[in-house]
């Protein structure tokens, strides 16, 4: 998703623009689609300079940097002085994957009280010191691209960083992964077999992985473009999936952002 049409990279001199690809909370998949691109990578590669990248290289440059990857989300104290830092140190930052751009599978904690999870899960919990709640980068800083998935469609990545360094607009979907299954020719699983999908509401990428192989899409890439998750939220319950089924559909990768959070909130049992 673009969020400012006026990001662009350019440099003086013919000096080549200077990368950086940083890590926050994560499993570090997002990076490992980069590292995944391969022979087009190394096309990249050719018209930057590599300055920061310790999941790929020992070289540890300094800012400043004309564009900044990161990678995951915002969860400890550390981690929200830091991505000011690198906010500071970039001309141009592209949030990437869903705990960059929603906070991700650990944002499962936003809705319980982070010391009783910390508790259930470490033997000595005192020594953590964590955020109560794990959020997007956009909710610390201003993020130029956000780059949806879990992890993200390298294809889309090498669209937004050969765009920049050409001074393009990059073209990535905001229609739903419906639209892939059309494409595809896969017959819709919701509408031949009953079986529960996120596909409605959630952004193509992924190429219709999921449904393609009779399974309901999970979501990984997030809410689409004005997404109709009450509708969808209703139409399962109509149809005979449990509440907590429903619950469970709008928490998983992307649970925090907005759409899939109010969607999950509404048909917690407490509160209808």
Known sequence: ??????????????????????????????????????????????????AYFPEASSAYGKGPFDISLVEGSISTPHD???????????????????CATAGGIQA????????QVSKAVYAQPHY????????????????DYELRGCPINKQQLLEVLISLLHRGEPRLPTYSVCMECKRKGAVCVMVAEGVP??????????????????????????????????????????NGVAEADIVRAFRTFNAYAEPFRREGEAHEQPNR
């Not at 890590?23 to 997002?30: N, R, T, W, Y």
């Not at 929200?80 to 690198?86: G, N």
């Not at 999921?210 to 969808?232: D, I, Q, V």
Request: net charge positive; glycine share 10%; hydrophobic share 40%.
């Open 128 to 143: 953590l010191e964590t955020l109560a709640k794990s959020t997007p980068v956009a909710d610390h800083v201003f993020v």
């Open 1 to 50: 998703m673009l969020r400012d049409q006026r990001a662009k990279v350019k440099t003086e001199g013919g000096r080549r623009p200077r990368l950086a690809v940083w890590k926050f909370a994560s499993c570090d998949g997002c990076q490992l689609s980069l590292l995944d691109c391969e022979e087009e990578l190394l096309d990249v590669a050719g018209e930057v300079e590599i």
């Open 80 to 98: 929200a002085e830091r991505i000011h830092r690198v906010r500071r140190a970039s001309r141009v930052l592209i949030a990437i994957g869903a």
């Open 108 to 115: 499962l904690r936003n809705f319980r009280d982070a010391r």
């Open 197 to 238: 999908c996120m596909g409605p509401v959630t952004q193509a990428g992924c190429g219709a992985l999921c449904p393609t192989h009779g399974r309901g899409c999970y979501g990984c890439f997030g809410p689409k473009e004005t997404p109709n998750c009450a509708a969808l939220g209703s139409w399962w319950a109509a």
